[in-house]
């Protein structure tokens, strides 16, 4: 049908988008060019078109989630399994320097006892010409002090074993209490306010009483020693009893010159000392004790303080 304007040059046709398959209302034309208006229905296919697309985009933003989810799991996962690497190798660290403690220790025994064995000998050979140069008391001091040495000796080899068999019923603030005996005095001489704080209630543990003495004579040493060395006036060490949970802990704390955290890292292990007299076994050897008793021994810093602290199991 076609329509013509009187008004206007233009002319009106029915046109069919082939697209769509809907009809266009009109179109107008000059001689020359046809132009056809756009329709004015809504073509039905592009909003279908657009829904699919929407249920596919959501689709795979729920997808994309999910992948998310695993890989946070996974990555939670594998998080967890580098902490637990972390914690075996330190205790493969921990174990192998216990080792490396037990080996050098029996080593250093041979090799010391073997010459000590044959200077006793000689000594024992010499002994009845001393005795009739009346010097027979030489020979008596050399013959205690390679005695001395043996036994000392001994007691270094007897750090790195359980014995079970000398264990007994302590009771802490007993302890607490010897170690305020034997340091006042030394405590008093250094200029070194030295003070007990006992243990709200009785606390026991099944240890072997001089290996627990040991391990605290060198902690108050060592805290002794570095309130002295830092010059202060208001120089203190205290030692203080408590539980936490079911473990006594012994706290040994001084104001010293603290301990930087490089030296921290090491100063459990064997032969390491700032001292220069020292010889970097005496922590070693009191770690080790304590955990031969199912204990653990600790040490923080900071500027001015540090802290050890010893947990042993109680008794129930």
Partial sequence: MKMNNPSSVYSF???VDHKTLFKTEFSFHTDSH?????PILPYAKQSMQKDEVAIMMNKKKLELESVLQNLNQEILEKQQMVNALKEAL????????SASLSLLSVGLAHEIRNPLTTIKGFIQLLKPDLQSA????????????????????????????????????????????NMRDLFSSEAILKGVDLSVELAEEELFIMAEENTVKQVLVNLLK?????????????????????????YALIRVIDNGIGIDEWCIEKIFTPFFTTKAEGTGIGLAISKQLIENHGGEMSVVSEFSSTTFTISLPTLL
């Fill in 222 to 246: 060592n805290a002794l020693e570095a309130v002295e060395g830092s010059g202060r006036t208001d120089g203190s060490v205290k030692i203080i009893a408590g539980r936490k949970a079911d």
């Fill in 134 to 177: 009346g010097k027979q008391e030489l020979a008596d001091v050399a013959l205690e002090e390679i005695n001395r040495a043996n036994g000392l000796l001994t007691e270094f080899l007897s750090v790195l074993k359980p014995t079970p068999a000398g264990k007994k019923k302590l009771e802490i603030n007993s302890l607490m209490k």
């Fill in 13 to 15: 046709h029915p046109m």
């Fill in 90 to 97: 330190t205790e493969v660290s921990r174990n192998y320097q």
């Fill in 34 to 38: 046809t132009f056809p208006f756009e």
